[in-house]
């Protein structure tokens, strides 16, 4: 048996955001990550698509999302630590949604919505559309509105420097799956491992994704958070496009962004994503490869006639962790003392993880988040 101050469950961006902050904030106590593979190899924040926005219909997830966009614009600097080079690469290019007539009262209340609630969004004319991205199909389009702040990163390598920043600030790592979270009464008392290992902490904290409702239940708690499977296609263009894609929105659904070129001669691509709206919940990983052709490629090529000649270069999917009300679940559970939730992000865990690490922080030092109110998503 050992002792640790904080044992976080889940040592993805946001379980390792949150050690990280922890100790920028000047926590010196233990704390110990358990991530049960330290391949990520399903890890949401190794499949993601790396979209990082801050139109948001809620007031909390818009300040959220400031924040971490504030520190994504020097995650590299920041997480170049102990021999680790970050290559994020935080490109702000925007954040485009298309905008037809059948969506148009919707994204007009939207666009209100926005301004009065700070979030820093543009409202674009068809024209002003056109001259941006001359090879998109705008002859059924009345507007569209972009974050131009807002943008995308390198999922994968936004992981490994959260990961290289919190180990170089002293924030211990332990690869093994949590089969028991140890309570007393009302308090929580630490977790044991699979291999029989137990920690005693007064404080756990749930950073485990998709998985987090089977996290919940080690301790004897409901908390509803559900795996749900989404689907992503990697393409090589046609040629080297001459002007770099924002994350651009169909008003049919699929969305893509650039890939760009990390190394000369390396092909210019994109990344699509498209959510199924009546996907089962479940820990499916497996690629339904035909949906490119009846989902993905067809509504692309409508709307940039130029992509016609694409080639696909890879599929993949990765899990969604779905609330009821697609907010996130930030805070100390009320009949679990010293258990903490960072769950529930349907999609955005990676977009607010810094802001989430801050926040997870302040509520385990102090007993309050100082930084932003986060009361509605307790």
């Known amino acids: 048996m050992s002792t640790a101050d904080v044992v976080i469950v889940g040592g993805g961006v946001v379980g390792s955001s949150i050690g990280y902050h922890l100790r920028q904030d000047g926590f010196t106590g233990r704390i110990v990550i358990a991530e049960r593979d330290h ?15 801050q139109q948001f219909g809620s007031t909390v997830n818009i300040r959220l999302a400031q924040y971490s966009i504030a ?22 290019r925007g954040y485009l949604f298309l905008v037809d007539a059948e969506s148009a009262e919707r994204f007009e209340r939207r666009f209100a919505i926005l301004n009065a609630r700070g979030a820093r969004t543009r409202r674009l004319t068809v024209d ?13 389009l009345v507007f569209g509105l972009i974050g131009p702040e807002d943008g995308y990163a390198n999922p994968r390598e936004v992981l490994r420097g959260f990961r290289a920043g919190a180990e170089t600030a002293g924030v211990e790592y332990v690869q093994g799956e949590v089969t028991e979270i140890r309570r007393h009464a009302a308090r929580v ?11 005693d902490a007064p404080a756990v904290v749930n950073a485990a994704g998709p998985l987090a409702a089977r996290v919940a239940a080690l301790a004897g708690l409901d908390q509803p958070v559900q795996p749900v499977r989404q689907h992503l296609f990697r393409c090589d263009l046609p040629r080297h496009w001459p ?10 659904g699929v969305h893509w962004r650039h890939d760009d070129p990390v190394e000369p001669g390396q092909p210019d691509r994109i990344i ?3 959510t199924k709206l009546d996907e089962p919940g479940g820990e499916n990983f497996s690629c339904d490869d035909s949906r490119w052709l009846t989902d993905f490629y067809p509504d692309l090529v409508r709307r940039v006639p130029a992509f016609k000649d694409v080639r696909l270069v890879e599929g993949w999917a990765g899990l969604y962790e779905m609330t009821p009300d697609h907010n996130p679940m930030i805070g100390e559970h009320p009949h679990l003392k010293g258990f903490f939730m960072a769950n529930g992000f349907s999609g955005h865990g990676l977009m607010l993880a810094p802001a989430t ?10 007993g309050r988040s100082e930084t932003i109110d986060i009361s509605d998503l307790g």
Request: net charge positive.
């Open 189 to 199: 008392a630490g977790v044991t491992f699979a291999s029989g290992e137990r920690v």
């Open 39 to 53: 391949t990520y190899a399903r890890a949401s924040s190794n499949l993601a698509m790396g979209g990082i926005r």
């Open 128 to 140: 002003e559309i056109r001259v941006m991205l001359p090879d998109l199909y705008v002859e059924d």
């Open 272 to 274: 699509l994503a498209k």
């Open 357 to 366: 690490g801050k926040v997870v922080s302040e509520l385990i030092r102090c």
């Open 243 to 252: 002007y770099r894609w924002p994350m651009t929105i169909d008003p049919g």
């Open 71 to 92: 520190f994504y614009r020097d995650f590299d600097t920041r997480m170049t630590v102990g021999g680790h080079v970050a290559r994020a690469w935080f490109r702000q």
